[in-house]
């Protein structure tokens, strides 16, 4: 089976491509292969790739940033996957795309359903909403994950800029109160490679069930604050010399950014157990090896 997988640079994509099982052949594509921001080109290079299936975590991902590109986001988050989608669905390909918990507009305290309505507060938002909706339009056999709060040891992400400053300064400011569960890409790809170990027909049979929309993160929830004493305090248990000595909350309106961020990002997490089996660890436990990963690297180099 040909498995063509996008975005190999990214967090998402790059976990995925390396937990993909032989037999499967993977075909990695970065944008040099598929550039999402020409998405009339998307066609004919999937004529070339010919996958069997495919799994779409490229997207435009600069949250604050889109808010001035709109077109740009709009052009890789919902016309690229709509291609994507279109060119899978006639061919009978199933395609896993994925999406974001910022496509709710944050209200309430209560895990948001897939059968609830979405309301984006950002471009980003938007543009992922947007995508959506592409992929639903074109039919066939597909299946939106929405996540959220994605990191690694590696790649740009909170984890990373946490442990930077947590060596530059003595005091970290860090919201407070937007609520959700940080998901390594490391968990996603697990659970996203794991929904192919009973075959592609059992997937497809899942895709269908699931109405093709599914939420998938770690189980658990924190704030970012919350998440920002956990990688100081692991790092330092893990014997990272860092400089940081209080961590302080703060209200989103004290960290003015561009772009509107949702105060209530929980995901419900009941369909990804009942249709997929998969029950998450909590956000904690998958920290943990990243932040293995990331203390060995940080000791190694002297903490550079
Ligand atoms: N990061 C989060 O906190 C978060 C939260 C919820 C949902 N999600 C969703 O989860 C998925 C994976 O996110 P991630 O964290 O893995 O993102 P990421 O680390 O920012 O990676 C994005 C990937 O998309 C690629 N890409 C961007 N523009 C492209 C283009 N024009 N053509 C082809 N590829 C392009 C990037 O390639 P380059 O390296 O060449 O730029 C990179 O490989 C996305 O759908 C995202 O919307 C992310």
Same mark, same amino acid.
């Given at each position: 089976? #040909?498995?063509?997988?996008?975005?190999?640079?990214?967090?998402?994509?790059?976990?995925?491509?390396?937990?993909?099982?032989?037999? !499967?052949?993977?075909?990695?594509?970065? #944008?040099?292969?598929?550039?999402?921001?020409?998405?009339?080109?998307?066609?004919?290079?999937?004529? %070339?790739?010919? &996958?069997?299936?495919?799994?779409?975590?490229?997207?435009?991902? !600069?949250?604050?940033?889109? *808010?001035?590109?709109?077109?740009?986001?709009?052009?890789?988050?919902?016309?690229?996957?709509?291609?994507?989608? +279109? =060119?899978?669905?006639?061919?009978?390909?199933?395609?896993? +795309?994925?999406?974001?918990?910022?496509?709710?507009?944050?209200?309430?305290?209560?895990?948001?359903?897939?059968?609830?309505?979405? @309301?984006?507060? /950002?471009?980003?938002?938007?543009?992922?909403?947007?995508?959506?909706? *592409?992929?639903?339009?074109?039919?066939?056999?597909?299946?939106?994950?929405?996540?959220? =709060?994605?990191?690694?040891?590696?790649?740009?992400?909170?984890?990373?800029?946490?442990? #930077?400053?947590? %060596?530059? %300064? /003595?005091?970290?400011?860090?919201?407070?109160? @937007?609520?959700?569960?940080?998901? /390594? !890409?490391?968990?996603?790809?697990?659970?996203?490679?794991?929904?192919?170990?009973?075959?592609? *027909?059992?997937?497809?049979? #899942?895709?269908?069930?699931?109405?093709?929309?599914?939420?998938?993160?770690? /189980?658990?929830?924190?704030?970012? +604050?919350?998440?920002?004493?956990?990688?100081?305090?692991?790092?330092?248990?893990?014997?990272?010399?860092?400089?940081?000595?209080?961590?302080?909350?703060?209200?989103?309106?004290?960290?003015?950014?561009?772009? %509107?961020?949702?105060?209530?990002?929980?995901?419900?997490?009941?369909?990804?157990?009942?249709?997929?089996?998969?029950? &998450?660890?909590?956000?904690?436990?998958?920290?943990? &090896?990243?932040?293995?990963?990331?203390?060995?690297?940080?000791?190694?180099?002297?903490?550079?």
């Amino acid at each position: 089976m #040909r498995i063509l997988v996008t975005g190999v640079t990214g967090q998402v994509g790059g976990a995925l491509a390396a937990r993909l099982p032989p037999p !499967a052949i993977v075909l990695a594509a970065d #944008r040099s292969v598929l550039d999402l921001a020409a998405p009339r080109t998307l066609a004919g290079t999937l004529d %070339r790739l010919a &996958p069997h299936l495919i799994f779409n975590p490229a997207a435009y991902t !600069a949250v604050d940033k889109a *808010e001035d590109e709109p077109e740009l986001a709009m052009r890789i988050n919902a016309e690229a996957p709509g291609a994507l989608a +279109h =060119w899978a669905a006639a061919r009978d390909v199933p395609l896993i +795309h994925f999406s974001t918990d910022y496509v709710f507009d944050g209200s309430g305290a209560r895990a948001w359903r897939e059968d609830d309505t979405p @309301q984006p507060l /950002s471009v980003y938002g938007a543009s992922k909403l947007a995508g959506e909706n *592409e992929i639903r339009g074109a039919g066939g056999t597909f299946l939106i994950v929405r996540t959220s =709060w994605v990191y690694a040891a590696d790649g740009k992400n909170f984890l990373r800029t946490i442990a #930077r400053l947590g %060596r530059e %300064r /003595s005091e970290l400011r860090i919201v407070a109160d @937007q609520i959700g569960a940080p998901t /390594s !890409a490391a968990l996603i790809g697990d659970a996203v490679a794991g929904m192919l170990s009973e075959g592609l *027909e059992a997937l497809r049979d #899942r895709c269908a069930r699931a109405g093709g929309l599914v939420h998938l993160a770690a /189980s658990g929830e924190t704030s970012w +604050h919350g998440f920002a004493s956990a990688i100081v305090e692991g790092l330092k248990a893990r014997g990272v010399a860092l400089t940081v000595e209080r961590i302080v909350p703060i209200a989103s309106k004290d960290y003015p950014t561009k772009a %509107r961020r949702p105060q209530n990002s929980r995901l419900d997490l009941s369909r990804l157990k009942s249709i997929f089996g998969i029950a &998450p660890p909590p956000w904690q436990d998958a920290l943990a &090896p990243e932040l293995d990963r990331l203390a060995r690297e940080l000791t190694s180099t002297n903490g550079g």
